[in-house]
């Protein structure tokens, strides 16, 4: 079966921009994650949903980014008013339920603020 | 709070020399702890964890609670395992908390 996928691989946008990352977990995982990737920063969690449970937010770095989930798949990441800092790599992840379940990556979307 | 250090931004082995990537936590309760890897171009993923206690690719790493540590250790390195390694640990949530990886260059 297909993996965790994301769409688009890159995006090119201008400060002040919104933009919205979306993406496509494995069929049957009600966990999904996303995390940043930035340079010389790791990678920090960011938010969380978990079946029908309110998310866990925690880790949204201001309240410009949101995220929601659709019928308990597809989601999308969506950063308003764009800064240069927001440049980084967005990944997303899904997993089965349940805390010793693997978490499976996506490839990730490139966002590049200019 | 939960914190992951890899002191090491970056590493250079040559081949067939052992290889050690240091990872250091900080949780306060009974953490659990994941390498996970990223080769060139591909996408991240799960290495090993502590739970399981096997050894994939020749890695292996022992958690030491006295320690504090989750060291990933290889008695021999090969050029394949170059790549970008996060440790990371996950306390009483489902969030992953990742230190910021080192990249492990092992030579010819």
């Known amino acids: 079966g297909a993996g965790v996928s994301q769409s688009p691989s890159n995006k090119v946008t201008e400060k002040g921009k919104d933009v919205e990352l979306r993406c496509d977990p494995i069929?049957?995982?009600?966990?999904l994650y996303w995390y940043r990737q930035s340079l010389g920063q790791g990678l920090e969690f960011l938010i969380y949903f978990q079946g029908n449970s309110a998310p866990d937010k925690s880790g949204l770095p201001s309240d410009r980014f949101s995220a929601e989930r659709t019928g308990g798949s597809v989601s999308t990441l969506t950063i308003q008013r764009t800064q240069q800092e927001d440049s980084a790599v967005y990944l997303c992840?899904?997993?089965?339920?349940?805390?010793?379940?693997?978490?499976?990556f996506g490839p990730g979307t490139r966002l590049t603020v200019l | 709070a939960q914190r992951v250090t890899q002191p090491e931004k970056l590493l250079s082995v040559f081949k067939g020399a052992p290889v050690e990537l240091k990872c250091n936590y900080s949780y306060s309760g009974s953490p659990e702890l994941f390498w996970y890897v990223q080769y060139s171009r591909q996408r991240l993923q799960l290495l090993l964890r502590h739970i399981s206690r096997e050894s994939i690719k020749g890695f292996t790493a022992d958690l030491n609670k006295g320690e504090t540590s989750f060291h990933l250790k290889k008695p021999f390195a090969q050029e394949e395992d170059s790549a970008m390694y996060y440790c990371?640990?996950?306390?009483?949530?489902?969030?992953?908390?990742f230190g910021k990886g080192t990249k492990l260059t092992v030579n010819p």
């Open positions: 992840a899904s997993s089965l339920a349940g805390l010793n379940n693997e978490q499976f």
């Open positions: 990371a640990l996950r306390g009483g949530s489902e969030k992953l908390v």
């Open positions: 069929s049957g995982h009600t966990a």
